[in-house]
């Protein structure tokens, strides 16, 4: 009972330290470059809701073909959350790749997904070039884009928040 309590006192701070992180810069952070004009409040909201709740999930254990909170696997974890919002994700790295507009690395803004090949990979765009995913061999964690090994294997982001309705 103890480390349950620890462990949602840790994962509520991150939150925290992460809201203030994003509120510091938010007029740059949430420009959208994709329109070349600034997002929405409705829109904005949205993508700070979304990226709050896939940090919530951090820790939670990675298990192939998952899609609960039980264990995600990467495409199953941001349909989960996407679907908490509302917005229907196909259930494959490869059909996400169809939905919403590519976007280049220094034009992601926060709620766009990160699409990785060799192995096919999502994740949800935090800010500041981190991203949360589901990682194979950690769980959901909050990883940075500029790693070598994401590196390589980045393709591009999707913007698929920009296209609803507000």
Known sequence: MR???????????????FLVFIAGCSSTRFAS???SQYITSGEKDLRRS??????E?????????????AG???????????????VDLPRTV????????WVGRKNLIAGDLVIFH?????GIYASKGKFVHASSSRGVVLDILDKKYYQKKF???????SDLRF
Do not use: T, W
Request: hydrophobic fraction near 40%.
């Open 155 to 161: 393709v591009g982001g999707k913007n698929i928040i």
């Open 3 to 17: 480390r349950f309590l620890i462990k949602k006192i840790v994962r509520f701070s991150a939150v925290i330290v």
């Open 57 to 69: 999930y951090r820790g939670v254990k990675y298990v192939y073909g998952g899609e609960s909170p």
């Open 33 to 35: 470059s994709h329109s």
């Open 118 to 122: 060799n192995p096919r990979h999502v």
């Open 94 to 101: 490869k059909l996400m790749e169809s939905r919403g507009k």
């Open 72 to 86: 995600f696997d990467c495409s199953g974890f941001v349909q989960f959350i996407y679907r908490k919002f509302g």
């Open 50 to 55: 979304v990226v709050i709740k896939a940090l």
